[in-house]
Structures are given as C-alpha cells and as structure tokens.
C-alpha cells in the first residue's frame, strides 16, 4: 500500500513536473465568466492629503446572471471599502478606500466641487450610471473592463471632454507582447507588430485621445473586448476602430513573427527567379535594374548581356539622339551604369555618347537632386570624364553635382523629398552618390555621418525602415545598399540593431519564397519593382562580406573594345573638362560607429503607387 501511495505521488509530482515546463500560454485564462476591475488614483496625491494614490485593485472578478457592475465593484474592494450611495437618477459612487467625492477639488466657476469617482467600460467613459449596467440586461458580460478613476476636475485630467467632439483618435497603444513598427503616435495609422516565434496571443491595450469615444478591436468578423487575448500568428490583421460617433478612424496592425530566413538564401532564390525569366522579355530596354543587379552579382550570361545591349542600340537609334528622356535625367544614368556592369562602352552606343547629356547641368537641375545623385553614380562607376557641354548648355562638373547633394542636406541631418524630416530613400541614395569622396572631403564627411545617424534614428523597432507613413521592402533595401556601399555591415553595428532586430530580418518580412518581395504588408503578393530593388541590396551586401567592389563601383568590370565609328556630333563626343582635383573619387572606407557598408538603390516605379503627394516627391526616372 506505501509503494502504491509512493507511485502515485511520484506520477503526481511528474506530472506537476511537466504542467510546469509547457508554456503558460496554453493554459491562459479566456476570462469568459470575468470582468476586469481596476480602481485608481492618479490625480489626488498623497502629498495633497489623499490616503493612497496610484492603482488600488487590479482584478479579475467572477461574474453570474445577477451581476452588476455595483456588486463587482463591491467584491473587487471588499467590505467596507466601498461607499455606494442611492440618488435621484440610481446609485452613485461617493467613496472607495477613503477617498471620498470633493477631496482634493476647488469650487469651480460654476459653484460646485467636480472632484470624484468616475468609471469607464472597455475604455470609454459610462453614458449612463452604474445601476444600468448588468448581466440581465446584455450591458455587462464576461472581458468587460471596468476601471473606477478618481477626476479632480470632472474628467479632463483623466482623459474625458465631453465638450471635445472633434477627437476621433487614439492616444496610446499598448501591447503585451511584441514590438510595433514604427513607433505608435496619434496620426500613423498603420503597423506591424512583430511577435516572439512562441507567441500565441496578445493583449491589446488602446486609449483614446478622449473617452467619449469608443474603441472597437477585431480580427475580421470577430471583437475582442479591451481585457481578452487575442490569437495571433503571421499573417493576423488587426483593426482597431476609435469612434466618436459620427467620425472614426481605422488603425491596423499586420502580425508577423520575425523571419528566420537566410540572406544568402533570399538572394538566391531572386538570382534563380530572375535566371528562369525569357531572354527576350527580360533583357531589354527599360529592364535595367534586373540586368544591373544580375551582372553585379556575376549571374548574367553573355548572350543576355548582348541581347540587353542590342536593345539599346536599337532604341537610340530609333531615337536618333543620345538624350533618352527628355525630361528625366536619371534614364540616362541608369543606362550608363548598367552598361558599364556589362562591361560595354556608354560613350559609343550606335555611335552616340550617353554620358553627353549628363554634361549639362541645367538637365540635371531640370529633374531635381536625384538626378545630381545618379550622374555622380554614373560618372563614378568607372571614373568616366565628363563630357564637354555644348553650347549654351551649363557645364556639369564633379564639384557641381557634389555640392547639389550637400545643400540638399537637412538642417537636423539626411535628406528628404520634400524638406521636412529625414527620408530613408533620399538619404541613402544621397550617402551612396558621396561615398566615394567620404575620406577626401570634409563636408561630405561630416553629412555623410549625420545622414548615417538619420538613417539609425529613424530605422523602426522591428529593424525595418518607413517612407511617407508606409513600412515598406524598397526603402529597407535601399539603407542596406547605402550601408553596404559604404562598408557598414547592418548584421554588427549596433545602431542598425533595434530590439535584437536587423536589417535582413526586416526584409526577410517581406519575402515571398519563390516570388519575391512584396512592397508592404497590405499587398497580397509580390512585385516586380519591389524583388528589383530588394535583390540588389542582397547582392550589394554579398559584394561586401566577400570584399568585392560595391555594387556601383564598376573598375572590376573589364570593359569591351568596339571598332563602331562615332557618327554622334562633336559636343557629343567625349571631350574632357578640366575639374578640380579635390573631387577625385576615392574608394575610402568610413571609420564611424562599429564600422560597416553602404550603398545604393533607386526606388523609383513602385512609388507611382502612393499617394499622389509621394509619386510627385519620390518620382526618379519617367
């Protein structure tokens, strides 16, 4: 009999063993048959002569069908604690744990003392008294959160204006479990919230900037009251709807759990996307940031190369002119550069010089800062002289476009489309254009490192990067290509590591397997412009941890001779201009931070898919 018992207690003892070990989530309360009761003081002080301030009770309080809101509160507080007082319109609180109505108020210009006990439901202030909310008439029922507060002024301090109607937005957000990307504030509207791989729910805690408004949480069809946990997993949407009763506005958290997926792996599941594509389709003009990043990452084979080449020899001569845009400067450039991957000559495409049109200044000022960052990008990849500027033209020097850059440079440091606050886009294009001249300039250092600082400042929680309100894949990709192309490594320096976040996990967020990458998390599936950008970053960063020559640094490209006549006029040809020797390119390396890359990216097309406002801010190229 004494084994017996021994055996059955040791079974017992295992057991509890075990309940122990598994996850505390798996047994966490649904609270179905509970309400939350909270009662506190946080404007009455001690030192003011209040008996007790901050938060008294935080409980969970079992309820029946004979529940009220009175004898929760009631149970909450215990005995004694509680002084509940019959009126003309029903009960009213008069005190809780000595504190009583009128402590602590003045008399107001009206003739009355405001201060005393008020309560809210699910975060918004009671329309009625307590006596109307109960379990037998449907206004009571199990998650309900119940917190009693104590005003001095009559509900201002702790958050309700009735006079305000304007307000229809949410204060705070708070989350038990996970990181929200970007940081909550008032007017940003959408997030992601990146949850722990173990996470099973959440609980969500939102106020509002008034609580006359009511705050509704639901994952589809489906509310969740203020108090209960939500299920969540990759992939849940989140809405949290703040109404003041004719207006509202709509917050969205995309659940995800940070991606484990390798970098290496992401660029070579592109590289082979990319190398599955139709020769004919995929290597012609106006493709060039596929053929770009291909060649950069030595996955471009020659006939692909030939067939891209040949394209654009046929569009130059269609067009008759080495200009091949007549507004966007940045097409140019952009053919420029992937020529010079491919290791054939701009300077003689069909016998016309495409850096000629660079020459001019005035084109390039037509289009804006960008455009200064690509010509600097394309004269510099392989240290191409400028061509001389026809006349009536403005001559193009280094100087010129360098000094387009800086003064484009924010006062509170990095860049912007539109002046206000530092863009991730617009900085690291503009930190990659002056990388090259990072160790022989001392204004471009000194902006270079104040954009870096701008780029770690702005970088999101979850190691991600946003542009105009919208965490997305092409500006995250675009930091990583500024970062590489300069030779920072996101993967060690500690002021690109948010939250044990990085970068890579940041991209890895957006990544579709065997598709690419989408541009946001409210785009179903995966785009072109977005796997474009995205790719080229992961090849950058590849070029960087295997000591290669950044992605936009062409001198390890062995240029093709052709024996094609130049037909293209003289002010076309490649007549050198004398410039100052300070803006010679130099391939140093910054000594900042924990030392790392940088480099560069346009994200151009898939901003036509913005707003109105960011298509005209961010537009690049035609």
């Known amino acids: 009999m004494v084994k017996i018992k021994k055996r059955i207690l040791a079974v ?192 969500l805690s939102p106020e509002a900037e008034n609580k006359t408004e009511t705050i509704t949480v639901s994952v589809g069809d489906t509310e969740y009251k203020r108090a209960l946990e939500i299920p969540v997993d990759t992939g849940t949407q989140i809405s949290i709807v703040c109404s003041n009763g004719t207006e509202e506005t709509t917050y969205t958290l995309y659940v995800k759990k940070a991606s484990s997926v390798a970098t290496a792996d992401m660029k070579k599941d592109m590289l082979d996307l990319y190398s599955k594509g139709e020769k004919d389709t995929t290597c012609v003009y106006g493709n060039e940031w596929v053929i770009l990043t291909m060649a950069r990452a030595d996955e471009l084979p020659k006939e692909w190369a030939d067939a891209y080449y040949a394209s654009v020899e046929d569009t130059v001569k269609s067009l008759k002119s080495a200009k091949l845009d007549s507004t966007y400067a940045t097409t140019n450039a952009k053919v420029v550069l992937t020529l010079s991957a491919i290791g054939k000559n701009p300077s003689n495409v069909a016998g016309y010089n495409l850096l000629a049109p660079l020459a001019d200044m005035n084109y390039i000022n037509k289009q804006g800062v960008n455009a200064a960052i690509y010509a600097l990008l394309a004269f510099d990849a392989k240290d191409y002289t400028i061509p001389k500027a026809q006349e009536n033209e403005e001559q193009t020097t280094r100087e010129a476009l360098i000094q387009c850059v800086l003064d484009a440079e924010l006062e509170t440091g990095g860049w912007d489309w539109s002046g206000i606050q530092a863009d991730p886009d617009f900085t690291a294009m503009a930190i990659q254009a002056l990388t090259p001249y990072y160790t022989t300039n001392g204004d471009v250092k000194a902006a270079v490192d104040r954009g870096l600082q701008a780029l770690s400042d702005i970088q999101n929680p979850d190691g991600s990067f946003s542009s105009w309100g919208v965490q997305n894949s092409c500006s995250t990709a675009q930091v990583l290509l500024a970062l590489s192309g300069i030779g920072i490594n996101p993967a060690t320096d500690s002021r690109f590591i948010k939250n044990g976040y990085t970068i890579f996990q940041g991209l890895g967020d957006f990544y579709v397997a065997g598709s690419g990458f989408r541009y946001d998390f409210s785009s179903p599936t995966a785009d072109g412009y977005s796997t474009a950008q995205v790719s080229q970053a992961l090849v950058a960063y590849d070029r960087l941890i295997n000591q290669e020559k950044s992605f936009y640094d062409m001198q390890d490209v062995v240029m093709e001779s052709t024996e094609e006549e130049t037909t293209e006029v003289v002010t076309e040809a490649t007549t050198a201009v004398t410039e100052n020797s300070t803006a010679t390119s130099s391939n140093g390396t910054p000594r900042t931070g924990d030392h790392a890359p940088l480099g560069f990216l346009s994200c151009v097309a898939i901003l036509a898919v913005l707003s109105f406002a960011a298509t005209i801010g961010k537009k690049q190229e035609k």
């Open 12 to 203: 017992l003892l295992t057991a509890a063993m075990l309940i122990m070990l598994l996850p505390l989530s798996v047994f966490a309360e649904t609270h179905e048959n509970q309400v939350h009761v909270v009662v506190e003081n946080m404007t009455y002080k001690m030192e003011q002569g209040a008996p007790w301030e901050g938060t008294k009770i935080d409980a969970w309080v079992t309820i029946e069908s004979s529940s009220t809101a009175l004898s929760v509160l009631e149970t909450a507080v215990g005995t004694g604690n509680l002084d509940a007082v019959a009126g003309y319109y029903g009960t009213y609180i008069n005190g809780i744990y000595g504190i009583t109505n009128g402590d602590g108020g003045t008399i107001g210009e009206y003739g009355w003392n405001p201060a005393g006990w008020m309560f809210e439901i699910n975060g918004t202030m009671a329309s009625s008294g307590i006596s109307n909310y109960t379990v037998s008439a449907g206004t009571l029922s199990g998650g309900d959160e119940l917190v009693f507060e104590y005003s001095l002024d009559g509900g201002p301090d702790i958050g309700y204006d009735y006079s305000d109607t304007e307000k229809k937005a949410l204060k705070s957000l708070e989350v038990s479990d996970g990181v929200l990307s970007p940081e909550f504030r008032s007017g940003q509207t959408s997030y992601t919230l990146t949850i722990p791989s173990d996470t099973e729910s959440i609980v």
